[in-house]
């Protein structure tokens, strides 16, 4: 995981001290939930085996927002700084496990160390220059646009996630997704 944070940016030294901040570990098998709709999210995770799905419970049933996969951070973000109760909910797709940091250990990270707020802007800029992206997509492209953006820019999704929640994630019918794949080949 070291070597994760290094390629995040980080020195080794200051790797480590993040690191050691995730001082619990969380095996979730699958279908568990990391974090339901209606409770305060007071923790962020580092998903080091499986994936976790971020899903919506909406009219018209499930929507995923995003699928944590293996290496990527895992929290309900305007949870976890607001401390008012998740709109998502977080499950895991398969048997799952998180290395995790109280919000009280970020907290502490957060005040003491220049680097870690560094790391948090940055992290937070890309993110959400990514969540822009996928809302520009969905605004103002084709799903097959969707798709062949996805497979450049997130080919671990393609690889890696079910069929289903892709579609959900692209804003397709899962047959849909077939046939878009089907024209591609």
């Not at 009280?104 to 959400?128: G, P, S």
Request: hydrophobic share 40%.
């Amino acid at each position: 995981m070291l070597s994760e944070f290094i390629k995040l940016g980080l020195t080794e030294s200051q790797a480590q001290i993040l690191f050691s901040a995730f001082v619990d570990h969380k095996k979730l098998a699958t279908g568990k939930f990391f974090i339901k709709e209606g409770k305060v999210c007071h923790e962020i995770g580092i998903v080091t085996k499986g994936k976790c799905r971020h899903f919506y419970n909406t009219s018209d049933g499930e929507v995923t927002r995003w699928i944590a996969l293996t290496n990527e951070f895992v929290t309900s973000l305007s949870s976890f700084v607001s401390q008012q109760p998740a709109k998502e909910n977080i499950q895991a797709m398969e048997a799952t496990e998180i290395l995790v940091m109280p919000r009280a250990h970020w907290v502490k990270l957060y005040a003491e160390h220049d680097f870690i707020r560094q790391f948090y802007t940055r992290t937070m800029e890309a993110n959400y220059i990514g969540m822009e992206e996928r809302v520009f997509n969905l605004i103002a492209k084709s799903a097959e646009e969707r798709y062949q953006w996805m497979q450049e820019n997130q080919p671990r999704f393609i690889r890696e996630v079910p069929d289903k929640y892709l579609a959900s994630m692209l804003g397709v019918h899962p047959r849909h997704l077939s046939r878009i794949r089907a024209q591609r080949k």
